[in-house]
């Protein structure tokens, strides 16, 4: 074979590793993880560690598919913790405290979580703040202070069996809760690849301008970007309140960040337009492995938080080289 022959085959080859680790890499990163914690401890690969990892993750896939959103144009929600705690609150304080039937108290967490949402992507695009994370970062402080005040700073226990079906059931060996992550991820799949509104979602991220000047209305599109995070907000603090039977204003603390690292990990790209729900979904699987991975290796929590760290700088470092390739 000629060597300009050669040289033609090595550019193809380089291609297409890129393109097989940018579509799959997350998931080879997971199965590899989970063989190398298989061979570490024997507990690890057991149907019941297998249904905890799953419980364990449900929480961060769903306020990670509802980070995805504001990812996929460029933007981001930190308000997510605050968000799910003052969902959860003001749900135990109208079921719990007040007696209201548990639909119309599951319905009014959703309703608050949405409504935050709402109001961040109003801030955003009404009051022109210059980023989200200036308009998510004031909602972060103001969710978690009013859930601080109006509660007294003291937890709401006792639900109803209703309220708490989503997240201490199960079907069979599998949890309820992971059941619902499925169903949520079909949905914003359909959402984000067959809908005019999510193809615009992704439009904005790749060019706000260019999407603006093709006619889209792009502060509509933002105002549904973020009510829709808030939404999957109060949905996983519906998940929390069934798994501990309590509503706390310190609820979510920190979960803004394993939201964010579940997207990054998962292949979404901090400069917008680029990532998927299932990469998301693959994303918060591997941080709920590792944890329970490293639980079984009996390494300390302190321990746990720097390596998790480290991984999410890994995946960051990816998102800035493919960035990168992808300009050359």
């Not at 803004?256 to 998927?276: C, H, K, P, Q, R």
Request: with cysteine; glycine share 12%; proline share 3%.
């Amino acid at each position: 074979m000629s060597e300009l022959a050669m040289d033609k085959k090595k550019p193809f080859s380089n291609k297409f590793s890129k393109e097989l680790l940018s579509k799959f890499g997350a998931l080879i990163g997971l199965v590899g993880l989970v063989i190398i914690l298989s061979i570490l401890n024997s507990r690890f690969l057991t149907i019941n560690n297998m249904m905890n990892i799953a419980s364990q993750s449900s929480i961060n896939a769903l306020l990670g598919v509802g980070m995805l959103l504001p990812i996929l144009t460029a933007g981001i929600d930190l308000s997510v913790g605050s968000i799910l705690a003052i969902s959860i609150m003001t749900m135990g304080i109208v079921v719990v405290n007040w007696g209201m039937n548990s639909f119309l108290g599951i319905l009014v967490c959703l309703a608050v979580g949405t409504l935050c949402g709402w109001l961040n992507g109003i801030m955003l695009t009404k009051l022109r703040l210059p980023h989200p994370f200036i308009s998510t970062l004031g909602t972060m402080n103001v969710a978690r202070g009013i859930a601080l005040i109006v509660t007294g700073a003291a937890p709401i226990a006792g639900f109803p069996f209703a309220v708490q079906y989503v997240g201490n059931q199960f079907v069979g060996p599998v949890p309820v809760s992971f059941l619902l992550v499925i169903v949520t991820y079909v949905v914003f799949h359909l959402f984000l690849t067959r809908t005019a509104t999510g193809r615009y979602i992704y439009a904005i991220g790749g060019n706000k301008e260019a999407a603006h000047l093709s006619g889209i209305n792009v502060n509509k599109i933002l105002v549904i970007v973020y009510s829709l995070s808030g939404l999957m907000s109060g949905l996983a603090g519906l998940v929390m309140v069934g798994r501990v039977n309590s509503a706390f204003p310190l609820a979510g603390l920190g979960y803004e960040l394993d939201a964010i690292a579940a997207v990054i990990i998962g292949g979404a790209s901090f400069f917008g337009g680029v990532g998927t729900v299932w990469g998301t979904l693959i994303g918060a699987m591997i941080i709920a492995v590792l944890r329970n991975g490293l639980n079984l290796l009996n390494v300390s929590a302190d321990l746990q938080m720097a390596i998790i760290g480290l991984v999410i700088i890994a995946a960051v470092y990816v998102d800035v080289l493919r960035q990168r390739s992808s300009k050359k």
